[in-house]
């Protein structure tokens, strides 16, 4: 089973950029899809953003101009970049990746993200 590891969370104002990492137990090149979902309180978790092996990136039309995701240096690691922050991106946010093999999917745990002035 693959881990995935969330860090980068926080508090900001409005307007303000915060950056996610997602740290996986094994390389990226195990996965076809990996991305990120978020959840807010009473909702259910909605997808955000995926990159997928072929180097395509989708995001929500809620995020799509702030939010960008990116690969890391390092062979398992990848980023969320949330800039113009609102309020309403307060929720925790998941990472995500699916694999190759089975379409095995593996969450991270979640990391808290909370806009308010």
């Known amino acids: 089973q693959v881990q995935l590891v969330e860090s980068g969370g926080g508090r900001v104002q409005p307007g303000g950029s915060l950056r996610l990492s997602c740290a996986a137990s094994?390389?990226?090149?195990?996965?076809?899809?990996m991305g990120w979902y978020r959840q807010a309180p009473g909702k259910q978790r909605e997808f955000v953003a995926t990159l997928l092996s072929t180097a395509i990136t989708n995001y929500a039309d809620s995020v799509k101009g702030r939010f960008t995701l990116s690969r890391g240096n390092a062979k398992n690691t990848w980023y969320l970049q949330m800039d113009s922050l609102k309020p309403e991106d307060t929720a925790v946010y998941y990472c995500n990746a699916v694999q190759w093999v089975l379409s095995k999917e593996s969450w991270g745990q979640g990391t808290q993200v909370t806009v308010s002035s």
């Open positions: 094994a390389s990226i090149s195990g996965f076809y899809a």
